[in-house]
């Protein structure tokens, strides 16, 4: 008999059913909208050689990154993020590719965050991207993509910052990150942070009065075209976001009401693509935080009533009746029902029915010896108690 | 400009979209199958304490692992296969979970296998499994379960092989992985590698006239009652399945036509999963080999010919037009049907049919100046190369 304590590592989660089928209804609700935009999966390994990753992500990044050597003295590292993958994906594969190349790609990556931050270790990431065009309606087209995912899980009231990073050509590398937090901790702070760089603080309001540029007037036309909610659309001039490898449009989405952070962020970064080739690879593409729209799907009660996967559960009265059982199971299965029976019939019938609870099954058909001999069953609906007895075949009809 | 070739570790792989959509066809038919049995699906962490892995596979196991110490010096194990995955599950969280637990469970591995032969060191699992009883409901289920899926994927001769391990109760453990190969290298071959183990070869006689025992003469009774094709069931008092702790029904299914081996195999293990508690806990389940059944389902020409996500490219004729190529866009959207308005105006449409002729979209709109001006479009099929102009909002009704 084993001594081991069944444990998972800090940062790692196990989904047991009733959060992985929210988890599953997330994945395909975007699946679905990235299709209809014509964004195709792409799946890349789980382990990279460490050279393909190191050095992409900053200092940081090295520090936070899976690192090892395989039993082939190989040193490995773990997905750290989609966009590298990417970027050696393009370079791979270049004449195979159709060009744009439109892609999403929802895996999972590893980073070896302080876990005390709420951070996990293991965290799915969602991207779409689109490489290899500068047409701005590629940028409008991952906003727009971006909001009608928000819009179909039933987000309502979200708004869309969208600044130009191109904005920030000169000003002072190190004053970026320090504007970039102004929504999050005041004009104050963030005067106070330059100060301590070094920094004039004159530079805030510069930021903050910069104008529109003409590419991003461009993509704000674009929106209207394709009719986005002009309210939603904001021009945020500090706006910065954290990676410095983008290039021209950035944007983030937060939900109203949701405040631990942006949902969507992303932006044109037309330098990093190339980065295994010998050429400049335009690209612009967003990532949904998964973890925060569970949450937020969470606080605003977005998920679906009826994410039981069973629809009814067939008791088993006793073993002698276990085929009037499996007549209701197969009547069932051919209306395309989602039923089980229950699956030892030398279990009582009132632990047969608090297994239906546990497992929040909405229907319970129990058969009888009076049922058996009239032909008909007992519905019992676990949410109202209620029960009836009906005709055997009408029974499809009851619980759809 | 990095000097970094673009490359992926021996036994990992890319899958780029058009293999990537197979697979999602693959795995969203199984989750179907699975669910319509009231099965869950689970998911773990990627990453374990070695020590919950380490010693559950065999010295093999140990050795194939990928193992290694993470930044705080924790010794960690990437998933080895997921059923010890779940044994902890059913131990860690034993008063949440319903029983008896059915779940599935479609994530990846990591076996640092010999690539030399055909091996891949990443690869999908797709298990299910019950949990908590030993009524021989629950192991017919899962081969009726395993007999729906491949049907549902569209095979239609295979064979379910089954036999009962507790037959090989007697006999020397030394000889059952010899005798299990029966099929595949011949009775010459047994009896010779028996020979060189010291064993006396009659065995191999013995156990081919092993009686069908009481408790597979029940499962293979209740497949009746579950309509399950009798002609598909045989009984092989030979089959062994690799593994050692399988306790009871053990079987494997075969495609007829495809070489390569089985593609379902499985069994009851009442044993294993008791591994983390101080409890027995009976189960039975079985994995699906995804990487045989991409590999069957590409022979038998079974994958559907319609897996494009984008039924209908929208050209862009020149720039100014563009607002028209919009209108068809939002009229196909409203019709649910998956479209892409090219993305950049400025590129020739020779470019533009040419890029939909790569990503193997099946038909593209087109928009000059003399269907803007009549309200009409110009539809080509890019398969049969026709072309018609029509009425614009008749367009979402031809491309069906």
């Known amino acids: 008999m084993s001594s081991i304590k069944p444990k998972t590592l800090k940062g790692f989660r196990d989904f047991l059913p009733k959060e992985a089928k929210k988890r599953q209804f ?194 704000i036309d674009l929106l209207e075209k394709l009719k986005i909610d002009k309210s939603k659309v904001e021009f945020s001039p500090t706006l910065a976001r954290g990676l410095d490898y983008y290039t021209g449009l950035i944007f983030e989405i937060e939900i109203d009401g949701y405040s631990a952070g942006s949902v969507c962020g992303g932006g044109r970064y037309d330098n990093l693509i190339g980065l295994f080739t010998n050429k400049q690879v335009p690209a612009v593409g967003c990532a949904f935080g998964f973890d925060r729209l569970m949450e937020a799907m969470g606080e605003f009660k977005l998920f679906p009533a009826d994410l039981q996967v069973t629809k009814v559960l067939v008791t088993v009265f006793f073993p002698e009746l276990l085929d009037k059982s499996i007549e209701v199971c197969e009547i069932l299965n051919a209306n395309n029902i989602n039923q089980e029976l229950y699956l030892d019939p030398s279990v009582k019938l009132e632990k047969q029915l608090k297994y239906a609870d546990q497992k929040q099954i909405p229907y319970v058909v129990i058969i009888g010896p009076d049922e058996a001999k009239n032909n008909t069953v007992t519905l019992k609906n676990l949410k109202t108690r209620e029960q009836k007895t009906v005709i055997k075949e009408d029974i499809k009809d009851l619980v759809k």
Chains 1, 2 share one sequence.
């Open 26 to 219: 997330v994945i395909n609700t975007l699946k679905k909208v990235f299709e209809s935009y014509g964004f195709e999966p792409l799946e890349t390994p789980s382990l990279e050689y460490e050279e393909i990753l190191l050095g992409k992500y900053g200092d940081e990044g090295d520090k936070l990154m899976y690192r090892f050597e395989d039993n082939g003295k190989r040193k490995v590292a773990l997905r750290y993020d989609q966009t590298v993958p990417l970027a050696r994906v393009v370079a791979q594969y270049q004449n195979e590719l159709p060009m744009p190349f439109k892609r999403y790609q929802i895996q999972n990556v590893w980073r070896a965050e302080n876990t005390q931050k709420g951070r996990f270790r293991e965290f799915l990431q969602c991207d779409i991207d689109t490489v290899g065009t500068t047409s701005p309606f590629s940028d409008a087209e991952i906003i727009e993509i971006a909001a009608t995912s928000l819009k179909t899980l039933g987000f309502k009231d979200f708004k869309i910052l969208i600044n130009d990073r191109k904005n920030f050509k000169n000003i002072d590398k190190k004053a970026i990150p320090i504007i970039d937090k102004l929504a999050k901790i005041g004009e104050e702070k963030v005067k106070m942070y330059l100060k301590e760089e070094g920094i004039d603080d004159k530079i805030l309001e510069k930021v903050k009065n910069m104008p529109i540029t003409e590419d991003l007037r461009n993509i």
